[in-house]
């Protein structure tokens, strides 16, 4: 299927030497759920800097040993959220922490019936409003952008709130043509980070050549 992905302004593919190595691991169906983990923290990193380079900066007067500094900064006002979609997307979290120790975590609860494909919310504790969401920032987790069904329902929880598509960033290891298409077409303004937009979608909806059920190959639970 042609799908005119490249025409995504917003949509950034971190390409690497240690990207690749790290998600050949991350594809191998023999890598051990410890091992795999610890691949994703090292993708992880190297997204999450490359996701919050839209957060705004301002700047501060600090003394360095020799001189006085007009220092760039992290702006003190911004409100920054990190959003982990259940399960999966809890295995970008302690990169994400490690990086933005200032941030707020909300958890999104949403899993992917896999008879309809169609999302299925059932936790969030998110806020009843943000006080400023010209200045809050979410970055959503979640390895897999597969049909694109997660994904736009979490980002809808936050423009339901009023912030602004600029202000959310989709943050995933894998993402799929028509994910990326689906999700861009519904929100034509939000980010996405990933670190590989792979062939398409199988019958069922999981991504060739994919890694599998990021959950499951995560938390050990693929009996
Ligand atoms: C996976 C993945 C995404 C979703 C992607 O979660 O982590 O949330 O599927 O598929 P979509 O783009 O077609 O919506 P899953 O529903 O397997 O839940 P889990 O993280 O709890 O395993
Ligand atoms: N969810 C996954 O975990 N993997 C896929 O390939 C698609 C959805």
């Known amino acids: 299927m042609e799908l005119s992905i490249n025409k995504t302004k917003k949509l950034i593919v971190c390409t690497h ?16 759920s410890e091992n795999f983990r610890r691949a994703v923290q090292k993708i992880a990193h190297v997204l ?15 003394e360095t040993p020799l001189m006085t500094l007009q220092a760039e900064i992290i702006a003190p006002d911004a409100e920054i959220i990190i959003a982990p979609i259940l399960r999966a997307g809890l295995i970008f979290s302690d990169a994400a922490l490690e990086i933005l120790p200032q941030a707020r975590i909300h958890h999104i609860g949403l899993y992917r019936d896999e008879e309809t494909l169609k999302p299925v919310p059932y936790y969030n504790n998110l806020p009843a409003s943000f006080k400023s969401p010209e200045r809050t920032f979410i970055y959503l987790l979640d390895p897999m952008l597969a049909t694109g069904g997660s994904a736009i ?26 994910g990326i298409k689906r999700l861009t077409t519904k929100y034509d303004s939000i980010n996405i980070v990933t670190a590989s937009v792979d062939s398409g979608l199988n019958e069922i909806g999981y991504i060739l050549p994919g890694l599998g059920d990021a959950g499951d190959r995560a938390f050990n639970t693929n009996y």
């Open 17 to 32: 030497p240690l990207i690749s190595n790290n998600l050949a691991i991350l594809r191998n169906k023999n890598t051990p």
């Open 48 to 62: 999450f800097y490359k996701a919050t380079k839209n957060l705004p900066v301002s700047t501060t007067s600090i």
């Open 153 to 178: 329902a979490a980002v809808k929880m936050f423009t339901e709130m009023n912030i602004p598509q600029e202000n959310i960033t989709f943050v995933s290891l894998i993402s799929s043509p028509e």
